[in-house]
């Protein structure tokens, strides 16, 4: 079966601090990924999808940038936080294809104080 | 530009009440539709997916539908427990773009 990891679960960190965001994906391979965030009290919004290692699109302009270095493994990092940055961040993946059922991750809460 | 609508954007009802969510999308051309659940500060879990060419998918006490040409699902909740709290999110897969597009959720409270 497939299992998705995220790490760490809960963050915090200081405005101009780096970041990094780790998700892998065990039981399956090259399936498509994808990075969202979720504000407080509001819906998903698609940061980053990627369909192959080296493969990002990115969907929101930002100071965040993401990396597939690995057929399983999707990155999120950020060289300097802002307060806007704070949210939950929630890892998903399909196998691509038309069956596109998405599964998600347990999520990474950051907060920048 | 893909738009997806969930109405209510809340709702509370008593244990055993049967309940519908409703997701409305603007754009038809569509892959698949999938419902979530959200427990809070939890991540989401998949409950039932739709294929376009599908009308309907049943799973324990939950129904969804399809229709393409209006732009609406709906899930159906049989014989609501209090452990069916949470918010519940529809995405639609839109075609040929690889991503999918989400409504802000309904969140449901059922009240024992």
């Known amino acids: 079966s497939q299992t998705i990891h995220q790490w760490p679960a809960t963050l915090v960190q200081p405005v101009g601090s780096p970041l990094s965001l780790e998700c892998t994906v065990e039981?399956?391979?090259?399936?498509?990924l994808y990075w969202y965030r979720q504000a407080a009290g509001r819906g998903l919004q698609l940061l980053f999808y990627?369909?192959?290692?080296?493969?990002i699109s990115s969907e929101v302009p930002q100071n965040l940038s993401a990396s597939r270095p690995q057929d399983r493994q999707f990155i999120l990092s950020s060289k300097k936080l802002l307060l806007s940055d704070s949210g939950f961040y929630l890892c998903?993946?399909?196998?691509?294809?038309?069956?596109?059922?998405?599964?998600f991750g347990p999520g990474t809460r950051l907060t920048v104080l | 530009k893909q738009e997806v609508t969930q109405i209510p954007a809340a709702l509370s009802v008593p244990e055993g009440e049967n309940l519908v969510l409703n997701c409305s999308f603007t754009d038809s051309a569509i892959y698949n539709l999938q419902w979530f659940r959200q427990d809070p500060g939890k991540g989401l879990t998949s409950l039932l997916l739709?294929?376009?060419?599908?009308r309907e998918q049943t799973s324990g006490r939950l129904n969804a539908s399809l229709d393409k040409s209006s732009g609406r699902s709906t899930l159906y909740i049989a014989a609501s427990q209090p452990g069916d709290s949470a918010t519940y999110l529809c995405?639609?897969?839109?075609?040929?773009?690889?991503?999918?597009?989400f409504g802000d959720g309904t969140t449901l409270t059922v009240k024992p």
């Open positions: 739709i294929q376009s060419s599908q």
């Open positions: 998903a993946w399909n196998r691509g294809g038309y069956y596109n059922e998405q599964f």
């Open positions: 990627s369909v192959g290692i080296g493969q």
């Open positions: 039981g399956t391979s090259n399936p498509n």
């Open positions: 995405a639609v897969f839109r075609a040929n773009a690889g991503k999918s597009t």
